[in-house]
């Protein structure tokens, strides 16, 4: 008894320590599992650059503040997903520019003081940035007076303190990149030498004979590839087998389709509002409530309309009922709304006051374009005015003409419903995305005869049913098909269309065959070779109108790509040298101590060819197109000289120069300062990509995008 009194008393201490252990060893595995990740926090990794880590937190937090600056530049609310898109991969160049020229700035010691900045905003060296935005259209000048109000108020507003702030920052990280590729261009150097060389080189000219051999003159069976020659190939050209990460991929899609059913539902579906449709009082809101498509406001003549429905509406009178007929995938019912005599076009000009632009809100414009308009309604001179005051560049120099406007045309839809529908001389406030519009109508066309047609439409899509029989086809081929073999076997057995995505990128968007894949391409990422692309062990994706289940059959990691992998390539590279190294050997016996082409080419059964007036920026020869090679060796010649065997792009050929012209001198000096032009253009850039590759970047943006 007391030996189970003393078991029960520590019972509660023991279950305790076992229990802990547990935990512990459950936390730990975790923990190795993940290889430390939860202490590193490689898994909020965005990206390293330069051995410096950036979280997907920081990026993140960049993406939405210049989402918020694009928004407030754009006057827009939302951003569709291209520009979301773009603005991440504009960050991203930000930010690997940021962290590879970091460590630069710093040795260099390059820097933009306060005085500079100052410069670039109010001094003497204003920024284009800065031009762009406060330049008085009315004079083209800078407005001084203009920067120091709003820098004086910009804190007042977070937006514009953000966008304030955004366009320092940009300021400054250009300022600094000048300051690096000019100290770049300083170093750079064209010597007289080169210069002079250069200079006559680009005034020789030469008229050259030659003979060809193609690679293609020898069969492959003369020639003999050992896996060592291909082997030292690929080892003196791996760089040219520098490959970024992929992947390829195969997939069949399940198209998600309305049915023969569908198409009956969509047309029963008009056929039953008919009778409503003709007797409602209150079409447009009948329209906007029961149809797919909204109502449309503009009247038409006869000649916009299709054959069938003109006839129809310009024979009949308002309240007449046209369909049910099929049309852009919809089933349709038109009504003869209204019948008017409207001119075809009118003559107009308006002034544009818009928002956030000369530092105003939305009240300021509303109450500007108030003020105007009393001021033209009590004869003021419209054509000075909209020279003075519109913010259409386009038409403020012509006084805000418009020229001759048409119902249904660019114009917005509540600008030519205003210019139709207004007396001559009237002014008109009109509202629109752009900002407000004082109109006034000038002239009109003659009148004609124009219908407004209500229609009613019932788009033909697939209806839930349909959708879930065609995901229950997708799901039994996923379930059934788990392996490639059996993939590969159950697309011929149930003759489905496979189709093939290859070289697909870490951080492509789409792929051949599927726009918006960004989901598949994904989850192809982290799947192994040969196995069903899975998310969240999901193998079917909802791409667009699609069901999409795919294999990856390819991995290629970043890095020299394996000799297996390119073999092909390097045994094309290696069976064209064996080629040219005989077609040379050949040549050499046929030249013997021949003093000129001719015997050679008879010997070895080939044609003289002529190329003339060839100089040193020729980029390819008559006959035998681009060879650089060729072109090098014939302009570096003597007149009457024999070349050696050359290999060229194409073949093997032999040269004879037959006369040298010397062109007009150029000035060494002028391609001396082309050519110091030419480098330092692209020097601070190179210099910058150079930098980049030694920065080992290590990008994980797949992960989160």
């Known amino acids: 008894m007391a030996t189970l009194e003393k078991i029960r008393n520590r019972a509660g201490v023991l279950v305790g320590v076992v229990i802990g252990m547990a935990l512990l060893a459950f936390v730990l595995g975790d923990l190795f599992s993940q290889g430390g990740a939860a202490f590193r926090g490689d898994r909020y990794e965005l990206a390293e650059i330069a051995g410096k880590s950036i979280p997907y937190k920081q990026f993140r937090k960049e993406v939405e503040e210049l989402t918020k600056i694009n928004k407030f530049s754009g006057g827009q609310s939302a951003v569709d997903a291209e520009t979301r898109e773009r603005i991440r991969n504009q960050v991203w160049q930000r930010m690997t520019r940021e962290y590879v020229m970091a460590d630069e700035y710093d040795e260099l010691g390059i820097s933009v003081s306060s005085q500079e900045l100052w410069d670039m905003v109010q001094g003497e060296n204003i920024h284009p940035m800065i031009r762009r935005i406060f330049t008085n259209p009315e004079t083209g000048q800078v407005n001084s ?191 003869l709304n209204d019948i008017q005599y409207l001119p075809d076009s009118v003559r107009a000009r308006h002034i544009l006051i818009q928002p956030r632009r000369r530092r105003r809100n939305i009240q300021n414009a509303r109450n500007l374009a108030d003020s105007l308009k009393q001021v033209l309604e009590q004869g003021g001179d419209f054509a000075e005015l909209a020279r003075k005051h519109s913010d259409d560049q386009g038409t403020a120099s012509e006084g805000g003409n418009l020229g001759w406007i048409k119902q249904g045309g660019e114009m917005a839809e509540s600008i030519t419903d205003t210019a139709f529908f207004s007396p001559t001389g009237a002014v008109r406030m009109v509202q629109t995305q752009y900002g407000f519009h004082l109109l006034e109508v000038m002239e009109k066309g003659k009148k004609v005869k124009k219908v407004q047609v209500a229609t009613l439409a019932r788009r033909i899509e697939p209806s839930s049913e349909t959708y879930q029989n065609v995901y229950s086809k997708a799901s039994r081929f996923a379930g059934q098909n788990q392996t490639y073999q059996d993939f590969e076997q159950a697309i011929q057995e149930q003759d489905l269309t496979k189709r093939m995505a290859n070289n697909v990128q870490i951080n492509a968007q789409s792929i051949p065959g599927l726009e918006n894949a960004r989901s598949l391409v994904r989850a192809a990422f982290q799947t192994k070779e040969k196995k069903i692309i899975t998310s969240n062990n999901d193998p079917i994706f909802e791409i667009s109108d699609k069901f999409i289940i795919g294999f990856v059959t390819d991995i290629s990691k970043e890095g020299i790509a394996p000799l297996e992998e390119v073999k092909s390539d390097v045994r094309v590279k290696v069976k064209e040298e064996k080629k040219a190294e005989l077609l040379q050997k050949q040549f050499k016996e046929a030249m013997g101590e021949a003093q000129s082409l001719e015997p050679v080419a008879e010997q070895m059964g080939l044609q003289v060819r002529e190329a003339n007036d060839v100089s040193y920026e020729t980029f390819s020869i008559p006959g035998a197109g681009s060879e650089p090679k060729v072109v090098g060796a014939a302009t570096s010649m003597e007149q009457g000289q024999l070349s050696y065997p050359i290999k060229g792009e194409n073949g093997v050929y032999l040269l004879q120069v037959v006369q040298v012209a010397q062109g007009q001198q150029v000035d060494p000096r002028m391609v001396q300062q082309r050519e110091m032009q030419r480098l330092q253009r692209t020097a601070g850039y190179d210099a910058f990509n150079a930098l980049k590759d030694a920065a080992e970047i290590k990008d994980n943006r797949h992960k989160f995008y």
């Not at 400054?172 to 002079?196: D, P």
């Not at 003196?236 to 997939?251: G, T, W």
């Open 145 to 335: 007076m203009a920067i120091i109000r709003f820098l004086k108020s910009y804190d007042q507003d977070g937006r514009r303190k953000a966008y304030w702030l955004y366009l320092e920052d940009q300021m400054i990280r250009e300022r600094k990149f000048t300051k690096f590729s000019n100290l770049i261009n300083q170093g750079l150097h064209v010597s007289q030498a080169e210069s002079q060389q250069l200079a006559s080189l680009n005034s020789k000219r030469v008229d050259f004979n030659y003979v060809m051999k193609n690679f293609s003159d020898i069969p492959d069976s003369e020639i003999n590839i050992t896996e060592e020659d291909l082997e030292n190939y690929y080892d003196k050209h791996q760089q040219q087998y520098k490959q970024s990460a992929n992947r390829d991929i195969e997939y069949v899609a399940f198209n998600i389709e309305p049915t023969e059913k569908d198409i009956e539902a969509a047309h029963e579906y008009v056929v039953k509002m008919r009778k409503d449709f003709k007797t409602s009082n209150r079409t447009k809101e009948f329209v906007n409530l029961n149809s797919d498509i909204e109502f449309d406001d503009t009247y038409y003549k006869k000649e916009e309309l299709s054959d069938t429905l003109a006839d129809f509406m310009f024979s009949s009178e308002p309240g007449a009922v046209y369909g049910p007929y099929r049309q852009d995938e919809a089933f349709k019912l038109s009504k």
